[in-house]
């Protein structure tokens, strides 16, 4: 039987958690991590995204915003790998691909929140984010029934790196609680953590603050830059609340009907022609 | 013998090293600290201020939660000689920069990143509010703070490491610092909130707080194998009796709950055997237990209304031993055994032999409860100037009005006008910078005058009437007590906060705020839909509900000899919470009439001039600071009167 069950980097994280990390240049942006190359979508007839690129830099906090059905959603699918793309490639850590299935992303360390919450209703917030740790397990089903020694110390290893995100999310008081219970923004923060607990180096966020209230809305912005700051962590997300991206990501995409018609810093995209127009109508 | 706090801890971690401590939850386990881990975090913490310069007479201002390391801190400061200040950790910047002025603070002890920043911009501050001689934080909780490189910021676990440096070049000096304090050096300087007026620095030193903790740790018996939980706000003088003079007197364990929101769960857990709540916790526990009970299923409430009957009749009497009827005993072993037992576990309280409440008058209905079902609650009496050490109730003495008899070592005085005046090794050696203000309460013969109005009975209780200040006199002659009334009134769970005028005019009028979360529950049974606090506040329904409350308060006072004339004769239920932010009230929550009664004067003369509404637009502070106004037009409901009840002679 193999003794070293728990997975080495997993014990280097949760250290990494417990003593906040290497001081400093966890949030220096650095190279080009995701680099997205001339990506188009059809679904029959419906062209849903055309011709379009962009990049994400290491530790950086990227935006993609555009009015309704411009093709935010359907871009991350791309990257998650839940839609394959009709032409175009997408480039991850260096290694090029034109298709692949969403285990493979989550293997190379992309996870995801879904913007209708897709949570085990029934299964307490504890749970829920243990199953985000369901790919770094090592032990097998059998050696988990009957609690065999590696497999509890392997449990019980998950467990602490489980507890980390809770008390970084500030969310002890729910652990038992069934997740179906709690409030819609504690909801959001649950999914964000079962993201989390794959230790991922790129994370999808699909409208993170859709149907919050101003002060969750604030909540959750802390706890986006947060893990941005504190794990080094690069964010990808889509967001309808303009204040909100302007306010929390280095660089914006803008699209619209499926185009990408603006890219750059909050400042740029805001003085964009097109985004205005966009936006605002042709009126403007 | 009298000692120190410093001494007594290494008293403990001598005598029992790998005893518990503290303990602490964090991501999901209790963590203990054992005496000797006390005392060794205590001694580094305490090297590593000296190595930043601090040393005897200066002060250490401390803000946050209830942390071990909070804690410790406290010796760590006494054990240089110096003094810790702790602030309420829901303190406004005005009010720290206050305390921080006035006690020179240069070295702050913060819990976390929410703390640093409050710190960080009074000391950035500009004019009345800068306190730019804070020069150094140290922080508990590294969250947050990683990037801040602001000059003298530094985080607890690196004070230690400069602790142990400093041990290195100076191995005896935490033991050579400890012995020279002196018993009657000030251990504590405390921030009373002051309903009237700034607040003032009590000075406590370590043979007032340790001979208030001996007194209580004597009469119940405390010993270390009790556990307590911790959980009140650090600067407020009882959790200074409880958490840390009992503590170290005692030596018994404290638990650090993981979060504020945690406490019921972690109490759960804990299971403490020594518990102390103001009355508002006590009622919390019991509306949470109604409202599940009105959930549950129809044999379950059976059961519980059958089995209350039975500890309402004779629970009271189980629990001092008096003699009870076999029948009855028996029905209350099996009621023990199927509703009782499980309500104290579910309420944390299955283990507790001694349970305190004070800082508030607490409902008669309320008290039987906890009494009637095996719990041992009993009331005290104090203030911050007394070390929160005047009466407490002996195990089989228990009366529900009074405040128990004086504890022991306590000598009691009712002054001509009615003024409670203590006496006592546990009181206050000035008030920080202010000998007037000292000179105003304590007299030449050294009593303190707590500026409470009160009797003693026939039997040496003392009974609290009220603020000696409160009582005034209705036009007809009468004796006007506000808060008698307005806790009879709070006694209602639908009622929160209540202020009652009437002192110099000719009948009582008061002000009510709705339970949001009662009265919310309440809606939402009946299907009443409301849209917020103003909303429900001002249905119709709910001033129903309130005038048949204070209709009931009105029909007490009726059967009450000297109190029938000050039955209320108008009232109106207010739009916004009264809210210490607001300053209306102080941070114990206690009700600042004065500025209370200037704020809302045009509410009260409506209310003597028999308007039927009002207009109102009040200014209001929200908890990030920013501050907006909400605005509602209020009715004014007349309350019927009852005729005076003779007693039948």
């Not at chain 2, 209790?30 to 975090?41: E, F, G, P």
């Not at chain 2, 405390?190 to 208030?212: D, E, F, M, N, W």
């Not at chain 2, 170290?248 to 020594?274: H, K, Q």
């Not at chain 2, 203590?422 to 920080?432: A, N, W």
Request: contains cysteine; negative net charge; aromatic residues 8%.
């Amino acid at each position: 039987m193999n003794d070293a069950v728990i997975a080495p980097e997993t014990a280097a994280a949760v250290a990494g958690l417990a003593g906040a990390a290497a001081p400093n240049d966890a949030r220096k942006i650095g190279e080009v991590i995701l680099d997205v190359k001339n990506i188009s979508l059809r679904f029959g007839g419906v062209k849903a995204l055309t011709d379009i690129s962009f990049n994400v830099r290491e530790h950086e906090i990227r935006a993609i915003i555009g009015p309704n059905g411009a093709g935010k959603s359907s871009m991350l699918n791309c990257i998650n790998g839940v839609y394959t793309p009709s032409e175009g490639s997408i480039t991850f850590r260096g290694r090029t691909f034109s298709h692949m299935n969403s285990r493979q992303v989550a293997e190379m360390g992309v996870a995801r929140t879904f913007q209708n919450l897709a949570l085990f209703k029934g299964m307490s917030v504890l749970d829920n984010i243990m199953s985000g740790r369901n790919l770094k397990i090592r032990s097998n089903i059998f050696q988990q029934a009957l609690r065999i020694g590696p497999a509890e110390r392997e449990e019980i290893a998950h467990r602490e790196f489980v507890e980390h995100i809770i008390d970084f999310l500030e969310i002890q008081a729910h652990r038992k609680t069934p997740v179906g219970q709690l409030p819609y923004g504690l909801q959001k923060r649950v999914d964000l953590g079962r993201a989390l607990a794959m230790e991922p180096q790129v994370l999808l966020l699909d409208e993170p603050m859709a149907g919050m209230n101003v002060e969750e809305k604030q909540d959750m912005s802390r706890f986006i830059l947060d893990v941005n700051d504190e794990f080094g962590t690069t964010i990808v997300l889509i967001e309808h609340d303009m204040g909100v991206v302007m306010d929390i990501s280095d660089r914006v995409v803008v699209l619209d009907y499926g185009k990408k018609i603006g890219d750059g810093t909050p400042d740029e995209v805001r003085n964009n022609e097109d985004v205005i127009r966009a936006y605002l109508g042709a009126g403007h | 013998m009298t000692a120190t706090f410093p001494q007594l801890l290494q008293q403990h971690a001598r005598q029992r090293p790998q005893a518990p401590a503290l303990r602490e939850k964090e991501f999901g386990i209790w963590q203990t600290w054992s005496w000797q881990r006390a005392l060794d975090d205590t001694r580094h913490m305490a090297l590593g201020l000296a190595s930043l310069g601090f040393g005897a007479g200066q002060n250490l201002a401390v803000v946050g939660d209830n942390r071990p390391l909070l804690y410790l801190m406290f010796v760590s400061v006494q054990s240089l000689g110096g003094v810790p200040v702790p602030m309420y950790q829901d303190a406004v910047a005005a009010e720290m920069a206050f305390v921080l002025r006035e006690t020179e603070a240069h070295f702050a002890f913060a819990e976390d990143q929410e703390q640093v920043d409050k710190l960080l911009e009074l000391r950035a501050g500009e004019g009345d509010a800068a306190v730019p001689g804070l020069a150094h934080i140290i922080y508990d909780d590294p969250r947050g703070l990683r990037n801040y490189r602001d000059a003298g910021l530094i985080s607890v676990q690196d004070l230690m490491a400069l602790g142990r440096q400093f041990e290195q070049q100076h191995p005896d000096y935490f033991e050579q610092q400890i012995a020279r304090v002196k018993p009657g050096d000030t251990a504590i300087i405390l921030y009373t909130s002051g309903t009237t007026s700034r607040p003032k620095g009590v000075c406590q030193t370590h043979q007032a707080y340790i001979a208030a903790a001996e007194g209580g740790v004597a009469v119940d018996k405390l010993s270390g194998a009790d556990n307590v939980l911790s959980y009140l706000p650090p600067a407020w003088a009882g959790d200074f009796l409880f958490s840390v003079a009992q503590w170290l007197v005692a030596g018994f364990t404290i638990n650090c709950p993981e979060s504020a929101e945690t406490v019921a769960i972690d109490m759960r857990e804990i299971g403490p055997t020594y518990y102390f709540a103001p009355p508002r916790v006590f009622e919390g526990m019991l509306t949470s237990v109604s409202i599940r009970m009105e959930d549950a299923a129809p044999i379950k409430q059976w059961m519980h209304r059958k089995f209350m009957e039975v500890a309402r009749r004779v629970g009271a009497d189980v629990l001092v031993g008096k003699p009870v009827a076999l029948g009855d005993r028996l029905s209350y072993g099996l009621g023990n055994l199927l509703v009782y037992g499980p309500l104290k576990n579910a309420m944390g309280l299955s283990r507790i032999r001694v349970a305190y409440t004070a800082g508030a008058a607490i409902g008669p209905d309320l008290f039987r409860f906890f009494r009637s079902i095996g719990v041992n609650l009993k009331q005290l009496y104090g203030q911050t100037e007394t070390c929160a050490y005047v009466c407490l109730q002996k195990d089989g003495q228990v009366k529900l009005d009074t405040v128990g008899q004086a504890a022991p070592g306590v000598e009691l005085k009712i002054a001509d006008g009615g003024e409670v005046l203590v006496r006592s090794h546990s009181l206050l050696t000035e008030y920080y910078k202010r000998p007037e203000a000292t000179a105003e309460v304590l007299d030449a013969e050294g009593f303190f005058h707590t500026g409470d109005a009160g009797v003693i009975d026939a039997d040496g209780h003392l009974r609290i009437i009220d603020r000696a200040k409160d009582v005034g006199r209705l036009t007809g002659g009468a004796m006007f007590a506000p808060n008698y009334i307005e806790n009879k009134l709070k006694f209602f769970p639908q009622i929160k906060e209540a202020v009652c005028f009437g002192d110099g005019r000719d009948r009582v009028c008061a002000f009510l705020n709705i339970d949001f979360d009662a009265v919310g529950n309440w809606a939402e049974r009946k299907g009443l839909p409301y849209a917020g606090y103003v909303d429900l506040a001002g249905k119709p329904d709910v001033l129903t509900m309130m005038q048949e409350c204070v209709e009931k308060v009105n029909a007490e006072l009726a059967g009450e000899e000297g109190m029938q004339d000050t039955q209320i004769a108008r009232f109106l239920v207010l739009h916004k919470e009264l809210d210490p932010d607001d300053d209306e009230l102080t941070r114990t929550r206690k009700v600042r009439r004065g500025f209370v009664a200037e704020k809302y004067a045009v509410l009260i003369d409506a209310l003597y001039a028999g308007r039927a509404e009002q207009f109102i637009e009040t200014a209001v502070k929200f908890e990030d600071g920013r501050a907006g106004a909400v605005s509602a037009t209020l009715r004014m409901l007349d309350a019927k009167r009852f005729a005076a009840v003779r007693k039948a002679a």
